[in-house]
């Protein structure tokens, strides 16, 4: 565990209560060094579902889901969540929302915020290498805040 890190991974991250940073690592990965940063939901035992808060006790079972988020000075970060999927006697199996993504999506919301910054003068292409992130990665980032764009108007 990287000291002091919890703290200051939770904001700048936006993991909130009840969702909780446990291990993050400093790892050489393929390009470069990366920051494993480890997230869990803090509460075990009193799940409710997402769409009627409905308590349902512990999680069914758990996903585990990836996201690039924002690089940490030199280095790239990565959140690794086990989602838990809870089973609700109305909506049936439900996987619980994350604060800091959408569980689809393969970047965090900051990073989706930062790319948008960017691509407002740049190409799709040039921001994409910028940030070691592949083209299609990018491309729905600008395709999803162009259509969100549509709908404010
Ligand atoms: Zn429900």
């Keep these: 565990m990287l000291k002091g890190f919890q703290e200051l991974f939770n ?6 209560s009840p969702w909780e ?3 993050c690592a400093k ?6 060094p990366t920051i494993e940063v480890v997230v869990q939901h803090g509460d075990k035992h009193n799940l409710s579902c997402p769409d009627c808060g409905h308590l349902v006790g512990p999680a069914h079972d758990t996903r585990r889901r990836r996201w ?3 690089d940490w000075e030199w280095d790239r970060v990565f959140i690794t969540c086990q989602i838990p ?6 909506h049936g199996f439900r996987q619980l929302p994350v604060p800091w993504a959408e ?7 900051s990073l989706e915020r930062r790319l948008i910054d960017e691509l407002s003068d740049r190409s799709v292409m040039s921001v994409a290498k910028q940030m070691g992130l ?7 980032v600008k395709a999803r805040a162009v259509k969100r764009g549509f709908e404010r108007r």
Excluded at 134 to 140: A, E, N
């Design 85 to 90: 999927r809870i089973q609700c006697p109305v």
């Design 134 to 140: 592949s083209w299609g990665v990018v491309h729905r």
């Design 11 to 16: 904001t700048i991250y936006e993991i909130e």
């Design 21 to 23: 940073v446990i291990d």
């Design 68 to 70: 690039r988020a924002a």
């Design 103 to 109: 569980t689809d999506q393969q970047i965090t919301r």
């Design 27 to 32: 790892v050489s990965g393929t390009s470069g």
